[in-house]
Antibody
Framework: EGQLVESGGGLVQPGGSLRLSCGAS????????MHWVRQAPGKGLVWVSR????????FYADSVKGRFTVSRDNAKNTLYLQMNSLRAEDTAVYYC????????????WGQGALVTVSS | DIQMTQSPSTLSASVGDRVTITCRAS??????LAWYQQKPGKAPKLLIY???SLESGVPSRFSGSGSGTEFTLTISSLQPDDFATYYC????????FGQGTKVEIK
């Protein structure tokens, strides 16, 4: 069972940028597709982005396409989410999640990082 | 996009009760459905995948069924640790979660 630890959350003004990191341990990070999922305060889970194992293919929800960029450094066992042009509606806890090796559900989750977009 | 609709949104139950949560997809997703449990301030936890397969370590009182567009999560005998919010998720076309079902103490 792997461990995922997010960092980099905080308070940012509308229009600003922030980069989240997700450190992985306990499994061979480079072999797994990874995701970001967010949860606004008091709301449900919303899928944000997915990246394949070598970082060559990425997918985004329409709500963040063109503003967010997912990437990874397999040498550092770290997943990233670069968030630009942030809006109040991006305020949420952001979770990184590990996809099962053969199918697309999420087997492990980080503890989450809170991003607050406010002036 | 595939929409997922859970019912009910809130469920009040007692320890020992049999609890059933329903999840409906806006189009067929075969059996590509997972269920997660989330407690306040914690990350979601995988319970069920492929509609009816129990994740390792999850108590056998949890079970899932269904295919196509209609699915259910059943807790056969509700335990104190089971009071939480439950989400279904489809993973056949991108990823979409239901809005959640909160199981609270009656």
């Amino acid at each position: 069972e792997g461990q995922l630890v997010e960092s980099g959350g905080g308070l940012v003004q509308p229009g600003g940028s922030l980069r989240l990191s997700c450190g992985a341990s306990g499994f061979t990070f480079k072999n797994y597709w990874m995701h970001w999922v967010r949860q606004a305060p008091g709301k449900g889970l919303v899928w944000v982005s997915r990246i394949n194992s070598d970082g060559s293919r990425t997918f985004y929800a329409d709500s963040v396409k063109g503003r967010f960029t997912v990437s990874r450094d397999n040498a550092k066992n770290t997943l990233y989410l670069q968030m630009n042009s942030l809006r109040a509606e991006d305020t949420a806890v952001y979770y990184c999640a590990k996809e099962h090796g053969n199918t697309w559900y999420f087997v492990d989750w980080g503890q989450g990082a809170l991003v607050t977009v406010s002036s | 996009d595939i929409q997922m609709t859970q019912s009910p949104s809130t469920l009040s139950a007692s320890v020992g009760d049999r609890v059933t949560i329903t999840c409906r997809a806006s189009q067929s997703i075969s059996n590509w459905l997972a269920w997660y449990q989330q407690k306040p301030g914690k990350a979601p936890k995988l319970l069920i995948y492929e509609a009816s397969s129990l994740e390792s370590g999850v108590p056998s009182r949890f079970s899932g069924s269904g295919s196509g567009t209609e699915f259910t999560l059943t807790i056969s005998s509700l335990q104190p640790d089971d009071f939480a919010t439950y989400y279904c998720q489809q993973y056949t076309s991108l990823w979409t979660f239901g809005q959640g079902t909160k199981v609270e103490i009656k």
